[in-house]
């Protein structure tokens, strides 16, 4: 299995615009995850998604992002507008329903300036 | 509630023993687990334990609980360079496929 891809690895926008992460979770697992990883806060749950639906958004920080799952291969992270504060490593990860393994992507580096 | 701490760094000679030690303050945890983060790549799940669990080993790895005092620890025998990343302890509270808690992480140096 090629395990969780996500893209872009690396990305450098300008503050203001529109930033779209996307996440191929390992095919049939139920669960799916976003991280954010920064120096200052560490690794933060954003949101998670079961079998599509969200369960927990309590973790994105404020509306200018929004994350989707429109089907079970493959999920988006967009931050409208972008700011330099959410320049960070952007990490989704997935499991399956019965395992205690949750399995992460390589990470979206994001650099907002 | 959920916070989980560790020392931000440890140094140790090659063919040492490294130990990382980690504290958690929410007793409902379930499972703990170690990942690995090797420098510009993602976590690697390398082990974790059950709360019901005193100690696991796992080859190089050996992972102890200590529930009373909310102490976990994960020892690396025979350290290599290649075990130089950051390591992070994580709880989750209700098991599989459930959301992880992860702590600060401790930045493992392996000298020659």
């Known amino acids: 299995d090629a395990g969780v891809i996500q893209s872009p690895r690396h990305e450098v926008t300008e503050m203001g615009q529109e930033v779209t992460l996307r996440c191929k979770p390992i095919?049939?697992?139920?669960?799916l995850f976003w991280y954010r990883q920064t120096m200052m806060r560490g690794l933060e749950l954003l949101i998670y998604f079961n079998n599509n639906v969200p369960i927990d958004d309590s973790g994105m920080p404020e509306d200018r992002f929004s994350a989707k799952m429109p089907n079970a291969s493959f999920s988006t992270l967009k931050i409208q507008p972008s700011e330099p504060r959410d320049s960070a490593v952007y990490f989704c990860?997935?499991?399956?329903?019965?395992?205690?393994?949750?399995?992460f992507g390589e990470g979206s580096w994001l650099t907002v300036v | 509630g959920e916070d989980v701490e560790q020392s931000l760094f440890l140094s140790v000679r090659e063919g040492d023993s490294s130990v990382i030690n980690c504290t958690y303050t929410?007793?409902?945890?379930?499972?703990l687990y170690w990942y690995k983060q090797e420098p510009g790549a993602g976590l690697q799940l390398l082990t974790y334990?059950?709360?019901?669990?005193d100690m696991k080993q796992d080859q190089r790895l050996t992972v102890l609980l200590n529930k009373k005092d909310k102490h976990l620890s994960l020892r690396i025998a025979d350290t290599q360079t290649g075990d130089s990343a950051i390591y992070f302890c994580a709880e989750s509270f209700t098991g599989t496929a459930s959301k992880l808690t992860f702590g600060t992480g401790t930045r493992l140096q392996v000298t020659l």
């Open positions: 334990i059950f709360s019901n669990m």
């Open positions: 095919s049939g697992h139920d669960y």
């Open positions: 929410d007793s409902s945890s379930t499972y």
């Open positions: 990860a997935s499991n399956a329903r019965d395992s205690f393994t949750i399995y």
